[in-house]
């Protein structure tokens, strides 16, 4: 069987460039697979600008290059199936439509995966509802990274269509059991509290909530916190305002803004360093946060938010805590909470164990096959 991926891969390191090389790591250990990558090489600025203009003027032209070379790879290849993620937005969408016209001859199966909440719109807007139906017509499976988003479909997608297979870890973050043993251990001696935040320097993602928690924590006094801010800025105005917000703390040399970071060993270092992984989300299009499962994997509490498909792996007062969207009064009061050591060790050792019932790599690859292949 031979796969060809239609995707964007890293960089930028997002949680869905991550998901698509892991998923594309995983099949290529059982079946032939060919990526073709769309991506480049940046997030999408956030506000209007030159670097807005700049952005979408050089995708445009690396979309049409890599049209051309689609076309291209499957008049020279045989190949079986094309993979695809869908988008939910309409030049998105439109985009992907291309892309099917384009593969749909060469190619027994197409696969769609569906890594965005707010897919089920492109079923809504006038402009797109018919054209998203056609997709249907053409696409034989659409995998969903969690069961939420395949429920949120079903009136456009039939049950023989769907399948779910969740996101897990590359092997470049993966932790073993000893490495996550030893860090529970060692919590014992430590006297402050390391926190991490990883994800995109989008504001909806909640980074200021969590400066603010952090900062509410040193104010009183007797114990510390200090937190890593880990993430690819949308804009240079975002990243200065962030700026402004940590240089009117007391305590902001508790904070360290890094930006992107790329090197995956140096991150891993840092999810098994960190003693508590906030990432209080209220992100519009979130889904099944790849950061999550990545500190699961290291034994790292989470907090974060009864958001998107969250609550159906980090649970309250278990592997960390949910909390309410644009709480950091409910950040730091977990934060609390996990300054007691015990309770630590004992959400530590449950975020591991939610890692390997629901995300291991074996798992979701056989799940991955099925979908690909058209089992389930």
């Known amino acids: 069987m031979r796969c060809l991926f239609f995707s964007k891969f890293p960089p930028p390191h997002t949680g869905m460039t991550i998901a698509t090389e892991t998923f594309a790591d995983l099949l290529e250990e059982r079946i032939s697979v060919d990526r073709l990558n769309t991506s480049y090489g940046r997030i999408r600025p956030d506000e209007w600008g030159s670097e807005w203009v700049k ?17 291209h790879r499957l ?47 492109v079923f809504d807007r006038a402009l797109s509802s018919g054209s998203a139906q056609r997709m249907v017509e053409a696409v034989d499976t659409f995998i969903f990274t969690n069961r939420m988003l395949s429920e949120r479909a079903e009136s456009y997608i039939p049950p023989s269509k769907r399948s779910v297979v969740h996101n897990t870890v590359d092997d470049q973050v993966r932790c073993t059991n000893a490495e996550v043993s030893d860090k529970i251990e060692s919590r014992s001696t430590k006297e402050s509290l390391r926190v991490l935040y990883l994800s995109n320097m989008i504001e909806t993602k909640g980074y ?34 962030f700026m402004e917000q940590v ?14 970071v790329t090197d ?40 974060s938010t009864e958001h998107a498909a969250i ?39 449950s975020a591991r164990r939610t890692y390997e019932e629901m995300f291991s790599p074996d798992a979701v690859q056989d799940a991955m096959l099925r979908a690909i292949r058209g089992e389930n």
Do not use: C
């Open 311 to 349: 609550p159906e792996y980090v649970f309250d007062d278990e592997n960390g805590y949910l909390v309410d969207k644009q709480s950091p009064t409910q950040i730091k009061q977990s934060l609390d909470a996990l300054s007691d050591r015990s309770n630590w060790q004992e959400k530590a050792w």
């Open 208 to 241: 200021r909530d969590v400066a603010e928690a952090v900062e509410q924590y040193n104010a009183d006094g007797g114990r510390t916190a200090t937190v890593d801010f880990v993430g690819d800025w949308p804009s240079s105005q975002s990243r200065r305002r």
């Open 264 to 303: 995956r060993n140096r991150l891993r270092r840092m999810m098994l360093e960190a003693d508590a992984f906030v990432l209080p989300t209220y992100y519009p299009n979130e889904a099944q946060p790849i950061a999550i499962i990545e500190m699961l994997n290291a034994g790292t509490p989470v907090i």
């Open 75 to 121: 008049r020279q290849y045989g190949y079986d199936t094309f993979y695809f993620v869908a988008s939910p937005s309409m030049l998105g969408h439109w985009r992907n439509r291309v892309a099917l016209e384009i593969a749909r001859p060469y190619v027994s199966r197409i696969v769609a995966h569906v890594h965005n909440s707010s897919f089920p719109r």
């Open 247 to 260: 240089s009117g703390f007391r305590h902001s040399d508790a904070m360290q803004v890094h930006g992107r």
């Open 55 to 71: 952005y979408h003027v050089l995708f445009a032209a690396q979309l049409v290059k890599a049209y051309a070379a689609l076309r």
